[in-house]
């Protein structure tokens, strides 16, 4: 499966964007699908995920109860709803998809990264 990650931009402090993800050429109802994030001068980390079968979420302790992470099924795109955005929340975010558990997901290495798409928190 190939993904596309979009809908980054320039936010102020508390405010909100969403990340789209979409799928092609396969669809995603056998794979979790997490969201990467690294900042500049910094590694790579995990963010969020979705889970296949049942849609279970999981999220950083850093973005619990500020980000949502979603699936549309039709629309074959998993969404990550982010709200009182913070500058620390500034990076370069990623979608992957894997054929495993979220928890695995967490702390798996990856070597193959998609564009991603640039989010920039600032006044």
């Known amino acids: 499966v190939q993904l596309q990650a979009s809908g980054g931009g320039l936010v102020q402090p508390g405010g909100s964007l969403r990340l789209s993800c979409a799928a092609f050429?396969?669809?995603?109802?056998?794979?979790?699908i997490s969201w990467f994030r690294q900042a500049p001068g910094k590694e790579r980390e995990w963010v969020s995920c979705?889970?296949?079968?049942?849609?279970?979420?999981y999220y950083a302790d850093s973005v619990e109860g500020r980000f949502t992470v979603s699936k549309d099924k039709a629309k074959n795109t998993v969404y990550l709803q982010m709200d009182s955005l913070e500058s620390e929340d500034t990076g370069v975010y990623y979608c992957?998809?894997?054929?495993?558990?979220?928890?695995?997901?967490?702390?798996?290495?990856?070597?193959?990264w998609g564009q991603g798409t640039q989010v920039t928190v600032s006044s």
């Open positions: 979705i889970s296949r079968g049942d849609f279970s979420t």
């Open positions: 992957i998809a894997d054929r495993t558990f979220c928890t695995i997901m967490q702390t798996r290495s990856y070597d193959h």
């Open positions: 050429g396969s669809t995603l109802d056998y794979y979790a």
